[in-house]
Every structure is written in structure tokens, then in C-alpha cells.
């Protein structure tokens, strides 16, 4: 439809009078309708001023206005026609119906007929300030009162009736086509803007849901992983202990099933979070420094040899949630990855230790080291640099990502004296930059 935008649905403003939602509505359902055929609403605008130009020519309507009304009335049927008949391709061709309008211009203001359809040269006038730039609609305005400068060389008279008559009214289209043009290019780029924010919230939430699913991922292999270790490790111990130590066995059995009961506690947790259909499952808080003694209490049981030091003390919350479970996580896997070795080497032992500074938490995790051919590490003899380990499985990649969200930093190596060390820094909160 002429001077609406097309192909963008606009918003309906709030607090609008019954009339004015009513006539927006219409309207709305008018340029869906032009979107949807325009061809037809092309057909219906011509021949409306077609019907009306006739009308004038055959109620002799132009004879009032004529400067010479013994002008050929056929010559004045076909300007007429002339002027009404190119607006069927006033959208698609605006530059090309003006020119064909011009010399019939003139032809009209020279003989003196002087027909008002001529006037419809502004509706394709308007579709230039509409769609085309202000130099062609500069151009246009040139081409639509040349006629009228030259047809005032033989009429005066038609300097004032025509040329100011055309100069008004195409600056009135130009005004009003440029008026339309800067609200529908406002519109589209509210209409683009928006369509942006939903493609950039779309995105951040399949960002986010992907970080949830790795973070779930991360969790899942530290509770299994390090679970399934300590029912290994007692499961191999109470085959062992069966046939000479009757009750070291039964202490196996109970520590297994203790250890499956809280795996399976702790996997609950953590999938009931992801069902919506269930809003009271339970969110028990998760792991946190006070819940190492209990972890290598475990670990102990399966097996391994565990000692605890703890040096310094932490500041008043100094240690957020978050860090307190990174922390209790990066034990966690190493740890289990030491329980691995300790099933088939029973001589092996580790140890804990954490370190409180005035800006960090060092926490290191040793164990007194196999042989190479066993372990498959680096000898004691030419250690590799820790920075150059490589990242093997899920679980120096899960530490060094739970120690990036934090500003911390995760060395994993093997020491200069033999076995194995995981060594985790992290700032802490309140730290002083």
C-alpha cells in the first residue's frame, strides 16, 4: 500500500481510544492485503483515477480551468489517459511513468487545455521520495515543472496557475514521502534491533545450557568416578581379607554399601535438579572443606593411606561455595586417580595439604610415586615440565576448568624425588588486588 511499510507488523500502542484500535486494526489488515496482492491493489488505485480523470473529461469539468477550451476533445481524452492510465506501474517504475508523463505535460499547458489530471504526476512523486534517493527525487521535481516554465513562454498567465501549483504540490509529496520514508526506516531498525536481541538471547541460552550440561557432565564423573574407585578398592580388599580375615571382610561390605548409598544420594541430587516436573526435589548443598575429613576418611577405608595437613587459616569468608567445591573436587579426582595404582600397588600412600596465604589457597596433592613402567609417567630422572603434560580424560580437563572459573591455575606432574603431584592456586575473594 502506498506510504506504509511493508512485510513488518507493527506494535499496537497501549492507551489508544476503542477508534483508534479499531482503525490501526483495518489498517493492518489493508497492508497485509497489499503485502499479500499487490498487483490487485495496483489495479484498484489506477482504475479509481482513471474513473475520476474520465469523469472529469466527460462532464467537461477541465473546461473550467481551460485556457483554450475549443482544445480537441480526443487530444484531451488521451492526456487524460495518459495521466491516469501509467499509475498501474507507479511503484515498481515511478522514474520511468514520470518521464512518460512529461512531454504530455507540456503538450497539455501548450495547447492550452490545461486538464487537471495532471496533477496525478505527483503520486509517482511520491513513490520516488518513498523508495529512491533525494538526488533522483531532485530530478523529478525538475522534470514535472519544466513543462510548466516552457509552457510559460507562450501562456504568462500559466506562471502563476501552474508552475506554483506544481511546485507546491511536489513539495508537499517530497515532504510527505520523506516524512513516511525516515518512520518506516526508524520501524524496520527497531524491527531488526529486536529480531537481534531474540537471536543474541536465543544464543546465551544455548551458551548457558551448554556450560549447564558440562558443569552436570564435570559433576557426574566426579561422583562416579571417585565412588565406583572406593567400591573397587574395597571390593579387591574384602576378596582379599575373606578367606583370612572373616570381619575385615564384613567391614568391606558395609563400607561398600555406605559408599553406593551416598553415590547414589548424591546422583539424586544432582538429576532431580533437572526435572521440571519436580520443583521440591531436594537441593542439599554441596561439598565444601569441611567435607574433606569424611572424603579421605573414605578413601582410607578403600585403601589408600591419607594424610591430612592443613597450614594457616582461612580469613572469615574468605572462600565462597563455588571455590570451597572446586577445591573439594580437585581431592577428590586426584585422589581417586591415586586409588587406581593403589588397588594393584598397596604400598602407596598420599597426601593432602592446604596452604592458607593473604591471597591464596595452595592446595597440593602428592603420592609417593611407582615405577614407570608400572605408571606409564615420566621418570624421576627426566621429569617433563607440568605445563607440559598433556590433558588426558575428563579428569585434568574437569580440575583445570573448575580452577579457570575462579582465576585459579592447576599444575599436574610428576616430582623431582618420584610420585605424583596436583598442585591447585586460587585467589581468594577477598584478596587485595
Sequence with gaps: MDGEVDGRDQDRFTGTTPLTRYIQGRLHRLRAFDRRRPAVWDVLVTAFWVLVAVID??????????????????????????????????????????????????????TGAVVQAAFLQLIPAFQIA?????????????????????????????WNQQLVSYLWGFAFVALLGIAVRTRKDYTEALVERAHRLEHERDQQARLAAAAERTRIAREMHDIIGHNLSVITGLADGGAYAAAKSPERA??????????????????????GILREDHPEVDRAPQPTLNDLEPLIAAV???????????????????????????????VQEALTNTLKHAAAHPGLSAAVTLAYSRTDLETRITDTGLPAAVTGRPTPAAPAPPSR??????GIAGMR?????????????????????????????????
Design 57 to 110: 473529461f466527460t462532464s467537461g469539468g477541465w473546461r473550467t480551468v481551460a485556457r483554450d477550451v475549443e482544445a480537441p476533445e480526443p487530444l484531451v481524452l488521451l492526456m487524460t489517459l495518459c495521466f491516469s492510465v501509467p499509475l498501474l506501474w507507479r511503484r515498481r517504475h515511478p522514474v520511468a511513468v514520470l518521464v512518460l508523463m512529461a512531454p504530455v505535460s507540456l503538450v497539455n499547458i501548450w
Design 130 to 158: 518513498l523508495r529512491l534517493p533525494l538526488r533522483t527525487l531532485a530530478g523529478a521535481g525538475l522534470l514535472m515543472c519544466a513543462p510548466a516554465v516552457a509552457g510559460a513562454a507562450r501562456i504568462p498567465e500559466v
Design 250 to 271: 564384613a567391614q568391606a561390605l558395609e563400607a561398600i554399601g555406605t559408599t553406593s548409598r551416598q553415590a547414589l544420594a548424591e546422583l539424586r541430587r544432582l538429576l
Design 300 to 330: 582410607r577405608a578403600a585403601g589408600l593411606p591419607v594424610h591430612l595437613d592443613i597450614h594457616g587459616t582461612p580469613r572469615a569468608q574468605s572462600l565462597t561455595p563455588g571455590r570451597e567445591l572446586t577445591v573439594y573436587r580437585v
Design 389 to 394: 603434560i598433556p590433558h588426558q580424560g575428563q
Design 401 to 433: 576448568e573448575r580452577a579457570a572459573l575462579y582465576e585459579g591455575t592447576i599444575d599436574a606432574g610428576p616430582l623431582p624425588d618420584g610420585g605424583w603431584q596436583v598442585r591447585l592456586r586460587l585467589p581468594l575473594e577477598d584478596a587485595s588486588p
